[in-house]
């Protein structure tokens, strides 16, 4: 999970309005929805908002953050939406299988930076901040419960940790550059080196193992 910037709304979903629509196979139209799809994707990369996954390798569906059967009136809200993997055992569909809990305590991934809570180890686990106030664990430990996204033997971790893998010799490579010289002689090759990882899949994994910080 990473910071996202949303754009501007789609326009089709101006016509639509809680009390009026309903959100139907038809409703909006095939349409539509691509035009969703894309202006969601143009935010997200082809990854899934929560996990960071392939969503051409794991599919994908318009995910409502705020559930619509517990938040009806934000079901055309373009801030609601979001693209999630289609993994039944995370993200989105575990979200909306996995009980009652109070939304207030999810991290947003368009609203707050997921890495001011979370660092993601090489091996693929998340790991909470140290710093954290104790409000911030509990969301923070919440998110990561809600979306399954660091179960011990759920398959995430081996995703990331198989992302991460072609990484570690060069953070090794980095860090023992950072023992001998000066910053300002190996930080702009850092700096390429995560440009280039930037829209990977479970980039965040990856960049947290280049530079852990």
């Known amino acids: 999970m990473h910071f996202l910037h949303r754009g501007h709304a789609p326009v ?5 309005h809680h009390g009026q629509h309903q959100w139907t196979k038809t409703t909006p139209t095939d349409q539509e929805r691509a035009e969703i799809r894309t202006d969601l994707d143009a935010m997200q990369g082809r990854r899934c908002a929560y996990c960071e996954c392939n969503l051409d390798q794991h599919g994908q ?7 619509r059967s517990r938040y009806p ?23 909306d299988g996995c009980g009652p809990y109070n939304h207030a305590d999810l991290i947003k991934p368009d609203g707050e930076d997921p890495e001011h809570f979370f ?5 693929g686990t998340i790991n909470l901040r140290q710093g954290l106030n104790s409000q911030e664990t509990h969301r923070a ?9 660091d179960a011990q033997w759920g398959p995430l971790r081996q995703m990331r940790k198989v992302a991460c893998i072609g990484y570690i010799e060069t ?6 550059i950072a023992q001998h010289y000066p910053q300002d002689d190996w930080w702009p090759l850092l700096q390429e080196e995560l440009a280039q990882v ?10 947290h193992t280049l530079s852990p910080v």
């Open 61 to 67: 569906h318009i995910e409502h953050f705020r559930q």
């Open 119 to 123: 660092l993601f180890g090489q091996h």
């Open 12 to 16: 089709c979903l101006a016509h639509y």
């Open 171 to 176: 953070a090794k490579a980095f860090q023992e």
């Open 73 to 95: 009136q934000g079901t055309f809200e373009w801030d609601n939406l979001f693209l999630s993997c289609e993994r039944p055992d995370s993200c989105g569909k575990h979200k």
């Open 141 to 149: 430990a919440e998110t990561l419960r809600i979306f399954n996204l």
């Open 198 to 207: 930037e829209h990977l899949p479970f980039r965040t994994a990856i960049k």
